[in-house]
C-alpha cells in the first residue's frame, strides 16, 4: 500500500475527535514507511494544542507546511508541548526548529532522556546523538525541558488528558529501532499512541498492514520489546497507534491482544 494514499499523507487530518494526525514517507535505505505526527487538542475551549513526536529530518519543511496549513483553521492556538514517544531520529527530526520558532513550547522527556538533555552541551547517544549528527553541536535550554519521571506522571500539566504510561524500560544502548519508551493515552477517546513498541505495516506480499515487532538488536532487546507489546495488550484502552501505521485508524486493542498472545518471552 502506498504511503501517499493515506488520507492524512504530509496533511494533519482528525482521526479521533481531538487527535489529528499527518503522515510522512520516511526513506532510510530501501525502505518506504509511514511516520506520523500527532496533534492533539488538549483543551480545545483554550484552543492548547501538543504535538508527539516530530518526524525525520527529511520531512521537516513537509511537517512545518502540514503543521502551518493546519494552524490556520486555528487562529490564537497556542502550541504548548512536543512530546516524544522515543528518542529516535525518525520522530526528533523537527525539534529543534520547533523550539526555534515556538518560543514558548517546551520539550518532554521521559526520564530515561534526561542524562542528555541535564548537560548544557547535548552530546549523548540516540536522541542527542542524532540531533547533534544533523544540526552540528547543539544545546537544548534546560528550562525548555519537562522531565516525566516514573510513579510521578501525575505531574505532567496535561496528565487528565493526554496520559503519560512507560511502558517497559527504555534500552538506551540500542541505537537500531526499539522499545516505546512512553506511551501517550488520550482519556477522552481512550486512544494510546505507543510509538514503536510495535508497527502495522504492509510489505511486498501483503497490501493490507499487519502488525510487527520493531527491529530489534540482541536477544534480550527482543525479549524487553516483546514485553512492552504485552503490557500495551494489558491496558484497558480501545485503539492503539503505532507511529509507522499503513492504516488510517490505528489497530484495536483485540487485534494487539492476539498479537500478544503469539508473542513467547
Ligand atoms: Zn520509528
Known amino acids: 500500500m502506498s504511503i501517499s494514499t493515506l488520507q492524512?499523507?504530509?496533511?494533519?487530518?482528525?482521526?479521533?475527535p481531538n487527535i489529528y494526525r499527518a503522515t510522512f514517507n520516511l526513506q532510510f535505505g530501501p525502505l518506504h514507511w509511514p511516520v506520523s505526527i500527532f496533534l492533539i487538542n488538549v483543551e480545545p475551549s483554550n484552543n492548547i494544542w501538543i504535538l508527539i513526536d516530530t518526524a525525520d529530518p527529511d520531512n521537516i519543511s513537509k511537517f512545518f507546511t502540514a503543521l502551518t496549513q493546519h494552524f490556520l483553521k486555528f487562529p490564537n492556538y497556542q502550541l504548548k508541548y512536543i512530546l516524544l514517544t522515543h528518542d529516535h531520529f525518525d520522530h526528533?527530526?523537527?525539534?529543534?526548529?520547533?523550539?526555534?520558532?515556538?518560543?514558548?513550547?517546551?520539550?518532554?522527556?521521559?526520564?530515561?532522556?534526561?542524562?542528555?538533555?541535564?548537560?548544557?552541551?547535548?552530546?549523548?547517544?540516540?536522541?542527542?546523538?542524532?540531533l547533534a549528527t544533523v544540526e552540528g553541536k547543539i544545546?537544548?535550554?534546560?528550562?525548555?525541558?519537562?522531565?516525566?519521571?516514573?510513579?510521578?506522571?501525575?505531574?505532567?500539566?496535561?496528565?487528565?488528558?493526554?496520559?503519560?504510561?512507560?511502558?517497559?524500560?527504555?534500552?538506551?544502548?540500542?541505537?537500531?529501532?526499539?522499545?516505546?519508551?512512553?506511551?501517550?493515552?488520550?482519556?477522552?477517546?481512550?486512544?494510546?499512541?505507543?510509538?514503536?513498541?510495535?508497527m502495522n505495516l504492509s510489505t511486498s506480499q501483503c497490501s493490507e498492514p499487519v502488525i510487527s515487532l520493531p527491529f530489534t538488536s540482541t536477544p534480550s532487546h527482543l525479549n524487553s520489546v516483546k514485553e512492552s507489546i504485552k503490557n500495551i495488550a494489558r491496558l484497558d484502552v480501545k485503539i492503539v497507534f503505532p507511529a509507522h501505521d499503513h492504516s488510517q485508524k490505528g489497530l484495536s486493542i483485540n487485534d494487539v491482544r492476539a498479537f500478544a498472545n503469539t508473542l513467547k518471552t
Open 139 to 198: 544545546t537544548v535550554d534546560k528550562n525548555r525541558i519537562v522531565m516525566i519521571k516514573r510513579e510521578k506522571e501525575e505531574e505532567f500539566e496535561f496528565f487528565n488528558v493526554l496520559k503519560p504510561i512507560f511502558i517497559a524500560d527504555h534500552t538506551l544502548e540500542f541505537v537500531s529501532n526499539n522499545i516505546g519508551s512512553i506511551s501517550y493515552l488520550h482519556i477522552p477517546t481512550n486512544c494510546i499512541m505507543v510509538g514503536d513498541s510495535l
Open 92 to 130: 526528533t527530526g523537527s525539534i529543534l526548529r520547533l523550539l526555534d520558532e515556538y518560543k514558548d513550547i517546551k520539550l518532554v522527556l521521559g526520564e530515561p532522556e534526561s542524562f542528555h538533555t541535564n548537560n548544557k552541551n547535548v552530546n549523548g547517544n540516540t536522541h542527542t546523538q542524532q
Open 8 to 16: 492524512d499523507f504530509e496533511n494533519f487530518i482528525e482521526i479521533f
